[in-house]
């Protein structure tokens, strides 16, 4: 990203989240994002995700300059590319564990048989394959989070984007989910960038980086 800047119009007020946000990130790494709230550390994720555009400044991902894209263009690449971890989950509840971990790679054009297989082994990789058919509220929220990781991982994206990863668990069974997070890094090469709040959590990261008035400074 370079020279990345940002803000709300508040009324006749500009709030400006980012002001001149620069870094790089390398593949096989994790990085913590830290920050107060409200310093801007979800739109500095939107940014990277392509769901807003900045005001200024550009951001590559995978050797692609986002703003070169069309909106549904950006939209195919976020699938492609980008894996979305959230506090809460977020899994489609009316949709079994299987089915919400072969959906990217579904949406993606992957065949069924195929997408099927590779969740069955995604599923097998964070311990839940045999309970494949439940439904995400059966399960607590520990393997629902294991569950949103498999999902992540099954287009292979290059990045995957955790907004507080383990925010709503406990302190082992974030663990346990951070743990598999730090897997896919080390074994796929994915760059895991997570938002967190805890120290711990932050202290596993490769990198620490803070968001302050704007500025992205080590933490
Ligand atoms: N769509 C929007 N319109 C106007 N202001 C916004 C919008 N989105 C965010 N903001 C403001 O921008 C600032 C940064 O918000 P952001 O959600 O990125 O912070 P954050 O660091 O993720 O906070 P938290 O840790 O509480 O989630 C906040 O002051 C917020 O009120």
Known sequence: MQRLRHQYQDGERRHVVLDGVD??????????????????????????AGIEPPVAGQV????????????????LFRRRHIGFIYQF???????????????????????PREARQLALDLLRRVGLDDRAGAYPEQVSG??????????ALAHRPALILADE????LDAATGAE?????????RSDGTTLLMVTHSESVAEAAQRRLRLTDGKLVPA
């Open 60 to 75: 590559w991902v995978a050797g692609v300059e986002l703003s070169r894209l069309g909106e549904r263009e950006r939209t």
């Open 165 to 168: 990863p383990t925010g709503s």
């Open 177 to 185: 989910v951070l743990g598999l997070l730090l897997d896919a890094v």
């Open 23 to 48: 870094v790089r990130f390398d593949r096989a790494e994790s990085v913590a994002l830290l920050g107060a709230s409200g310093s801007g550390k979800s739109t500095l994720l939107n940014l990277i």
């Open 89 to 111: 989950f977020n899994l489609i509840p009316n949709l079994t564990l299987l089915e919400n971990v072969r959906l990217p790679r579904e949406l993606n054009g992957a065949r």
């Open 142 to 151: 520990g393997e629902q989070q294991r569950v949103a990781i498999a999902r």
